[in-house]
Nanobody, 116 residues
């Protein structure tokens, strides 16, 4: 079982930036997707950004142009650079991994709070 640990959350004013990190235990050789999700209070968890095995990326419309997902395979780390943050970006952000063997894993989340 792969364990994921997120970090980098915090409180920031609108317009600010944060970079989230997700470190995976063990070496990940083959995966389908590595993703960032978020869940705001009272709302369902939603996909924010996805990193495919071929290096393709996809973003929710609400974050396009502001967030960037990237991966450092040598460090087993997934990143989410978040710029021009808005109050509606306030949520707990979760890292998700989907391996080729079908195993999926979630991190425990990191809280991002954006004040106006």
């Amino acid at each position: 079982q792969v364990q994921l640990v997120e970090s980098g959350g915090g409180s920031v004013q609108a317009g600010g930036s944060l970079r989230l990190s997700c470190v995976a235990s063990g070496t990940i050789f083959r995966f389908n997707t590595m993703s960032w999700y978020r869940q705001a209070p009272g709302k369902q968890r939603e996909l924010v950004a996805l990193f495919g095995s071929g290096g393709t990326t996809n973003y929710a419309d609400s974050v396009k142009g502001r967030f960037t997902i990237s991966r450092d395979s040598a460090k087993n780390t997934l990143y989410l650079q978040m710029n021009s943050l808005k109050p509606e970006d306030t949520a707990v952000y979760y890292c998700h991994l989907w391996l080729l063997n079908g195993i999926t894993s979630w991190g425990n989340g990191t809280l991002v709070t954006v004040s106006s």
